[in-house]
């Protein structure tokens, strides 16, 4: 199946040829046709023009590169050392703030590199940062308005081209280029932009890593434990490379507070790896913090497949970090969706090695990705309890599952997106919406859009499913079926059509449609449409309930309307 190339437009103030190379012909996801305009330096006017013609078709990403001189004129004085009336400048952000909102209406996602000025220029020198004159001070409080201003807009991200100018180094800014083809960067600065900027294109995809599975011995803490007992692991303390293991475990601790999940694969005896994970004092992470592990004498490509199967993820979410080049090596060939990073052979390098990663980026973080190692534990208590019982029915009115709906809102509406924008297998469009337009979506005359929670006496499983409809008439047609695999084959499914079922009844439709539009990775969702009772046209991948017939709430759960059960 082909790639799917994604339109992003692209507005500068300067000659941006450069870097529409560079992240038109970047290899990573999501694939990308770049558009500019004709000519540059004309931001301000195009933002005005609603209806230019490059907003047609609909860009799914802008990106406005702009230098501050350019966008306030008032600014240019400051670098030349006039003095500036009180709020001039800010006034003239604000226009540029409120232009910006009204084209994030046109688009998915818009993207703002902040503004900066070349690294060569002092300014007032050491009074720069004191004066209200000093351009970096000036220029500090510029770029704070405007991440006040664009902030609360849930599709607008403002990046940091301070750092890429820092990453760069010296070379970041380089006159000839500026006088010969107005260009205020160098070709570097664009090269260390590019994967930050298309790391954020795929988050807003769904495209993120959700599970980090690490190695033990000399990854996770220093020296092999069943040879030197935990008491003698190199583990934080006043030890140079203990401390940096420790940081480095800090710093995977901090992606679980983001949503991604924990979990190990090591070659060692399982009850001596874990009595160092409880006893170590050095140990930031614990067993609570991991979603699971295999700690056998197994081949670890098997291992992973193993633990991602139990949590029912793709490889292509997993990521593996393990000291060992033949393991790394194994693991790579053998399972080439699964990402292997090369990892630095000395233990002070392995926090940068993960900060440098930029796969797990996510537009939003929720207090559902915050718990998310807890859902998964809770999802594997389920799996365990399920063995104990001879069917599947009997498990499920064992679960005490409650099932309940309710309509988009302020609240849910980012966990709503989120869901949308990462979920594969049960969905049944595969829509990639962002907030804003989603929530234009859903505000429509002729459009519901409800969100599904789940929990059984294991706990709560959280928003996990998304029901939309469209009517037409008679017809009312489900625009989008989604549900996290978590819960998938929990007659969550069947209660979800059930609902829609009722829902589309009240509205006076006397049928329900569902055009199922095949990914590489939804077939389950058809399936399920398959043999959920409704009629089915499988060569035109068309499903349909006459509503003679009301579509039945499974026995096995309870569901709770909005307002009550029934």
């Not at 006159?175 to 160098?186: D, G, N």
């Not at 337009?437 to 409800?450: G, I, M, Q, R, T």
């Not at 499914?493 to 009240?506: D, S």
Request: glycine letters at 6%; hydrophobic letters at 40%; one cysteine or more.
């Amino acid at each position: 199946m082909a790639v799917r190339e994604h339109k992003c437009l692209l507005l500068s103030s300067f000659t941006i040829d450069n870097f529409a190379g560079y992240i038109s012909n970047a290899p990573s996801l999501p694939a990308l046709e770049v558009v500019t305009l004709p000519a540059y330096d004309n931001v301000i006017q195009f933002l005005l023009e609603s209806d230019n013609r490059y907003w047609n078709p609909k860009p799914e990403f802008v990106i406005i590169w702009s230098t501050p001189d350019r966008i306030c004129p008032s600014f240019k004085k400051v670098m030349n050392y006039k003095p500036v009336l009180d709020g001039v400048i800010a006034d003239e952000v604000k226009v540029f703030s409120d232009l910006v909102v009204e084209a994030a209406r046109r688009t998915g996602q818009l993207f703002i590199p902040s503004w900066v000025i070349p690294g060569d220029d002092r300014g007032l020198g050491i009074l720069d940062m004191k004066s209200p004159l000093g351009i970096r001070r000036t220029l500090m409080k510029m770029n704070l308005q405007l991440m006040e201003a664009l902030s609360p807009v849930p599709n607008i991200y403002i990046l940091d081209t301070m750092r890429w100018m820092m990453l760069t180094g010296k070379e970041a800014y380089n006159p000839l280029l500026w006088y010969m083809a107005k260009i205020p960067f160098s070709n570097e600065v664009f090269k260390e932009a590019v994967p930050d900027i298309k790391t954020a294109m795929a988050a807003s995809l769904g495209l993120r890593k959700k599970l980090v599975i690490v190695d033990l011995d000399n990854t996770l803490w220093g020296g092999i434990v069943g040879e030197m007992g935990w008491e003698n692991l190199r583990l934080g303390g006043h030890d140079s490379v203990g401390e940096a293991f420790a940081d480095f475990q800090k710093g995977l601790k901090r992606l679980t507070d983001m949503g991604v999940v924990l979990g190990v694969v090591s070659k060692n005896e399982e009850a001596v790896a874990l009595e160092a994970i409880r006893n170590h004092p050095g140990m930031v992470i614990r067993l609570e913090d991991l979603v699971a592990w295999r700690i056998n004498w197994q081949d670890k490509a098997e291992n992973i497949v193993s633990l991602t199967e139990e949590l029912n993820l793709g490889l292509s979410s997993v990521v593996f970090i393990d000291d060992n080049p033949r393991e790394r090596s194994r693991v790579r060939e053998a399972l080439p969706e699964v990402l292997v990073p090369e990892w630095p052979g000395n233990p002070l390098l392995y926090r940068k090695a993960l900060n440098d990663l930029r796969c797990f980026d996510s537009i939003t973080v929720t207090e559902e990705d915050r718990g998310k190692t807890g859902l998964y534990q809770s999802e594997l208590a389920r799996k365990k309890d399920r063995r104990r019982l001879p069917s599947l029915n009997s498990w499920l009115k064992t679960l005490e599952i409650k099932i309940w709906a309710e309509e988009l809102n302020q609240t849910n509406l980012p966990r709503a997106v989120q869901l949308l924008n990462k979920t594969n297998q049960m969905n049944l469009r595969t829509r990639r919406l962002s907030e804003t337009v989603l929530k234009e979506w859903a505000d429509h005359d002729s459009h519901n859009f409800w969100v599904v929670f789940v929990e059984d006496k294991f706990g709560e499983s959280g928003l996990t499913g998304i029901i939309s409809l469209e009517h037409y008439g008679e017809s009312a047609v489900i625009a989008d079926f989604v549900l996290s695999c978590r819960v998938i084959g929990r007659k969550v499914e069947e209660t979800m059509l059930a609902f829609a079922c009722r829902k589309a009844k009240e509205m006076g439709a006397t049928e329900v449609l569902a055009e199922y539009l095949t990914t590489l990775k939804n077939k389950p969702c058809f399936d399920f449409f398959f043999r959920s009772g409704f009629t089915s046209k499988p060569e035109k991948d068309l499903f349909g309930w006459l509503l003679e017939n009301d579509y039945p709430f499974p026995e096995e759960v309870a569901f709770l309307d909005p307002d009550k059960m029934i």
